[in-house]
């Protein structure tokens, strides 16, 4: 648990270091990861929608 | 043949790789330009009397001080009352120590915050105020005395030219959060019309292409409501120094988003599509209307750490500068067409879903 803390603080101290510019780094990381999620539920969609066709064509 | 799919694809696809140009743009721009010098930080008294000698050390960021040729430094305690530094101790180009011998007098009754400006040829004025507090006088109040505050800095100052953001207290580097977490609420809130545009466009025609493409802009723009609450949550912790606060404009901005969220439970919960459509095109009408007050009105009219509330504007005055507008502006404009793009493919996708479902039935 101590490890936990101090590796969260080691983070925030190096998130802080620079005038806290890898702050915005962070920023710009989340917005690209919630971006890719967003684009990986789109994809689980369309797989979906491949795979019904596979199917329709199979039973068809 | 082939010219023809080439000038299609180009013809279609242009704004998404404008925007996507765009965003690049702000990239490379908003992470690479420098800020302006500034002072980051002071080792001073925190009050110090009048008649006093004050030596402040004080730690600056992206300075010369070592390579200028002179650095000239000030207190002001009021326009027209200014006191300039005996003798710098230059120790590199960040650390500096200013020496000052506070005039005998004070015109306040209270305690007065100084303002320290400090000036070289290379980094341009620097300013940061509440450096030090100039304690109150009662006995050596007289004329003579005060007067040996200069009414003027005896220098031209000339500001830092070239692309340089603006050097914030406080916000330091994150200032560049502007064109990610701002231009995300701001590109948000346009794709959110657009949404309502199509729900009002389904509700007259009964179009269920407009049903869709309301889905879809809604529920781009509620990844990216998501998303500016947490980029802002990152910046908050690095600012104010927590996490989330109890702030009017951040509490109203995530029950918006959680009337928001309600739209996409009422989506999946009905199965009957024009029931649908109708639901959900009614209850985005009622989550815009909602919104505009949550997020534009009531935190105005209450005091608000957030910039653009309790009477101070987010866009124009001093935040925004013009080489902030250079890169705030495209990514806005990069945000929308990002998100008008992944908004397509969404309709796409239920268009072919809605196409299945139907053709299976027949």
Known sequence: MTTLFSNISLITSLLQSNGKYYSVI???????????????????????????IRDEHKTS | ME???????????????????????????????????????????????????????VTGYNSTYAKAEKVEAWLKLDDGHYTSSLRNQVIDNERIIVNFLL?????????????????NEIDGPTVLPDAISLSPVTAQSDTAAFTQWQDQINSTLTP???????????????????????????????????????????????????????????????????????????WARFTWGTWWTTDVKL????????????YFILRSSINDFDKRARFSAAYSIFGFVALIPLIFVIPRMY????????????????????????????????????????????????????????????
């Open chain 2, 303 to 362: 005091d608000s750490l957030h910039p653009g509330n309790g009477g101070n504007p987010a866009l124009g005055g001093e935040d925004l500068d013009n080489t902030l507008r250079m890169f705030f502006y495209p990514s806005i404009i990069a945000m929308i067409l990002i998100g008008v793009w992944i908004s397509s493919v969404f309709y796409r996708i239920k268009k072919v879903e809605e196409y299945i479902l139907t053709s299976g039935d027949q």
């Open chain 2, 251 to 262: 509490n109203m901005a995530a029950i918006a988003m959680l009337i928001y969220l309600a």
């Open chain 2, 3 to 57: 010219m023809i799919k080439k000038d299609k694809w180009m013809y279609r696809s242009y704004w998404k790789i404008l925007g996507v140009l765009l965003f690049i743009y702000v990239l490379i721009g908003g992470l690479g330009t420098p800020l302006k010098p500034g002072i980051y930080q002071l080792d001073a008294p925190t009050s110090a009397k009048p008649g006093e000698y004050v030596s402040i050390k």
């Open chain 2, 160 to 234: 830092k030219s070239g692309i340089l953001f603006p050097y914030r207290n406080i916000l330091h580097e994150t200032i560049r959060n502007t064109f990610f977490h701002v231009a995300l609420w701001l590109a948000m809130v346009i794709i959110l019309i657009a949404g309502l545009y199509h729900a009002i466009a389904y509700l007259r025609t009964k179009n269920m292409r407009n049903d869709k493409l309301s889905a879809a802009y809604n529920t781009t723009a509620i990844v990216y409501g998501l998303l500016g609450l947490a980029t802002g949550s990152i």
């Open chain 1, 26 to 52: 962070a920023v710009v990381v989340i917005l690209f990861l919630g971006i890719i999620l967003y684009l990986w539920r789109l994809d689980n969609k369309l797989n979906k929608i491949e795979i019904q």
């Open chain 2, 103 to 119: 005039p005998p007098a004070s015109n306040k009754e209270d305690y007065v915050p100084l303002t320290l400006i400090m000036y």
